[in-house]
């Protein structure tokens, strides 16, 4: 009995190689790969009344590593956000870091570099180190997509209300897939 103990504990690490090349097949079902990036965002921020509170959105998101260059609009409340190419983006950051400033994000919009020219509907792509879940289907001229990213920390209360339903349907079959290992997990449409 003693040996079978041993045995079972030495097949400890193979079980867990298993178990990650499974993860990994099903991520190649699940998803659409490709060599897409972020390059820049659009948010609009609830809130700003002054260029001080314009200036602290500004200071606040040029302390992400990923960013390149923030330009502010006081007028429309827009934060223009580039990003370094050589660097990881990750969106949530950047709604975070409104936040963290005392403002809150009304909507939150991303342009990136795709190389496929459609997108079926309903499905997962991977955007550099982000899994962007398409609810609908999507047509890329010219290889540039804008997506408006859904989700509490991406828009205002009205505006989430309007999507809660329907994502709360969505989120439960994310359940057993693959990517809830990603660095993020979003919903976006256009």
């Known amino acids: 009995m003693l040996n079978l103990l041993v045995n079972y504990r030495s097949m400890v690490p193979i079980f867990a190689s298993f178990r990650a090349l499974v993860l990994a097949v099903a991520l190649l079902f699940c998803a659409q790969w490709s060599s897409a990036q972020f390059q820049s965002a659009t948010i609009v921020v609830d809130g700003l009344t002054c260029s001080?509170?314009?200036y602290g959105v500004e200071r606040s998101l040029r302390k992400l590593e990923f960013v390149d260059d923030v330009q502010m609009d006081l007028n429309s409340n827009t934060a223009q956000v580039s990003f370094r190419t050589d660097r990881e983006v990750m969106i949530t950051a950047l709604a975070k870091k409104v936040t963290d400033a005392?403002?809150?994000?009304?909507?939150?919009?991303?342009?990136?570099?795709?190389?496929?020219?459609?997108?079926?509907?309903d499905i997962d792509y991977l955007i550099g180190h982000s899994v962007c879940h398409f609810l609908e289907?999507?047509?890329?001229?010219?290889?540039?997509?804008?997506?408006?990213?859904?989700?509490?920390e991406f828009m205002d209360k009205r505006a989430w209300k309007k999507w809660r339903a329907q994502l709360a349907d969505q989120k439960g079959s994310l359940q057993s897939t693959a990517f809830l290992e990603a660095r993020e997990y979003c919903f976006v449409t256009l």
């Open 102 to 121: 005392g403002f809150s994000v009304r909507s939150l919009q991303a342009t990136a570099s795709i190389e496929h020219h459609s997108i079926p509907g």
């Open 52 to 54: 001080m509170c314009s």
């Open 137 to 152: 289907s999507v047509d890329v001229p010219e290889g540039q997509l804008v997506m408006t990213f859904i989700g509490k």
